[in-house]
């Protein structure tokens, strides 16, 4: 490609709200068959609100809420975010006197004198807190209906489960579409449950055989060379932090505008409006200046 034309397409970029870091990236683009869609903030619109709270047998649905709030109140994961919201309504927050963020599975900190653990499931397993089957079932009704369940414990046992959930954005199923008639494969990619992912996925038209779920942070990077080395040119759309080294990876890297500092450095082209549609905009525009120029 000359220079000038890939200089055209930066331009015409701009004017769809496509950040290009580099001539480079648009040439890249041109190759990509498989997109790879992170989740939560990417598929889905990040603002996690909370839905219930079931309380273990014996214990009290506020007090769970309570600790749980406090301690999240010191993350900035959009779950942590709408926890932390709750904390209002039962009482307020208490103090916190250690925190520690486990990337991609949850928080553990004191609180109140309290040890509490706040996160996946198997985040309490690794702390020797054991869910009922009370818990347990709480967790498999949240995921059925699409909502992200968050486990709640202290001082050694399990005590609740929050559940929250966010949107799925507006245009993603059309984005979707727009995707696959450009002969792309869209995967939807998340550190999230299974059946919240197999739900989401179904909701914008994703094959179910195309989720990959229960992803930790250091582990989409990996995804994303699994499917290098079956000779797969990868896009990766994402926009968290847990997202960075996946967007590195990928043979294009696209970051929504409304993400992490360190998401957008890390990719090839930021989407400024965070429209999702726009990534099979930037697909096309690639394949039209390169085609333009040969
Ligand atoms: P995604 O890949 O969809 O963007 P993450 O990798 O950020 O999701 O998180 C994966 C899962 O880890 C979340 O769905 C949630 O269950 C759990 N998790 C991560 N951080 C927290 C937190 N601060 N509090 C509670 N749960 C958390
Ligand atoms: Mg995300």
Redesign the pocket.
């Known amino acids: 490609a000359t220079p000038t034309a890939l200089l055209v397409g930066t331009g015409r970029g701009a004017q769809l709200g496509i950040l290009v870091k580099g001539p480079e990236a648009l040439e890249r683009a041109r190759a990509v068959d498989v997109v790879l869609l ?4 990417t598929v889905t619109t990040g603002t996690m609100t909370l839905r219930g709270v079931v309380p273990a047998a014996g214990e009290d649905a506020d007090r769970v809420l309570r600790l749980a709030a406090s301690l ?1 109140h010191a ?1 900035e ?1 959009p ?2 975010r709408a926890v932390a919201a709750g904390a209002g309504s039962v009482g307020g927050l208490l103090p916190v006197t250690s925190f520690v963020n486990v990337e ?4 553990t900190g004191s609180v109140d004198g309290h040890d509490v653990v ?3 499931p198997s985040l309490l397993a690794d702390h020797g807190l054991r869910l009922g089957a009370d818990l347990e079932a709480a967790l498999d009704d949240a995921r059925a209906h699409g909502g ?1 369940a ?1 486990a709640v414990g202290w001082d050694g046992a399990a005590r609740g489960v929050l559940v929250v959930a966010d949107a799925v954005k507006p245009e993603a199923a059309e984005a979707v579409r727009r995707l696959r008639d450009l002969g792309l494969t869209p995967v939807l990619l ?3 449950h299974e059946t919240v992912a197999r739900a989401v996925a179904a909701d914008v038209g994703i094959d179910a055989d195309s989720v990959v779920a229960g992803v930790l ?1 250091a582990g989409k990077v990996d995804v994303v060379r699994r499917y290098q080395d079956t000779g797969r040119a990868v896009a990766m759309v994402g926009d ?1 932090v ?1 997202d960075a080294a996946a967007l590195a990876q990928a043979d294009l890297g696209i970051a929504m505008g409304s993400g992490s500092d360190v998401a957008i450095e890390a990719s090839d082209l930021t989407l400024v409006r965070s429209d999702l549609r726009v990534v099979a905009d930037a697909v096309r525009l690639s394949r039209r200046t390169l085609a333009t120029i040969r």
């Open positions: 992170d989740k939560t903030g999240e993350s994961h779950v942590a991609g599975l949850g928080v706040v996160g996946r992200t968050v998340t550190g999230d942070p968290g847990n």
